[in-house]
């Protein structure tokens, strides 16, 4: 199992990025993946979810109606498109893979992920 993040950079406030995730040795549709973000001196904090179940996606109210998250099933690959940037936005990115192939009230506990990614930086300033 390998997941590689990539989309990260600087950008200025009100901006957009789109990150990927692209995953291997395994299908994301066959599992519950998770984008996670950490700031400096800061825990690692759920940022959305994506069911592999219907897709259905969650988010945390931080980023809520700025940030989607999407599958492309041909390309093995999940994104995070980042609208509206925020300086409070900065951290390193990672997507992970949940242990849990059931919907879990607590997706955004990094405790239940098993394979995560190298992570991306993301930079929102002026």
């Known amino acids: 199992v390998q997941l590689q993040a990539s989309g990260g950079g600087l950008v200025q406030p009100g901006g957009s990025l789109r990150l990927s995730c692209a995953a291997s040795?395994?299908?994301?549709?066959?599992?519950?993946i998770g984008w996670f973000r950490q700031a400096p001196g800061k825990e690692r904090e759920g940022v959305s979810y994506?069911?592999?179940?219907?897709?259905?996606?969650y988010y945390a109210d931080s980023v809520k109606g700025r940030f989607t998250m999407s599958r492309d099933y041909a390309k093995n690959t999940v994104y995070l498109q980042m609208n509206s940037l925020k300086p409070e936005d900065t951290a390193v990115y990672y997507c992970?893979?949940?242990?849990?192939?059931?919907?879990?009230?607590?997706?955004?506990?990094?405790?239940?992920?098993?394979?995560w990614g190298q992570g991306t930086q993301v930079t929102v300033s002026s």
């Open positions: 992970a893979v949940s242990s849990n192939l059931q919907f879990s009230s607590t997706w955004y506990l990094p405790q239940g992920y098993t394979d």
């Open positions: 040795g395994f299908s994301l549709d066959r599992n519950n």
């Open positions: 994506i069911s592999r179940v219907a897709g259905f996606e």
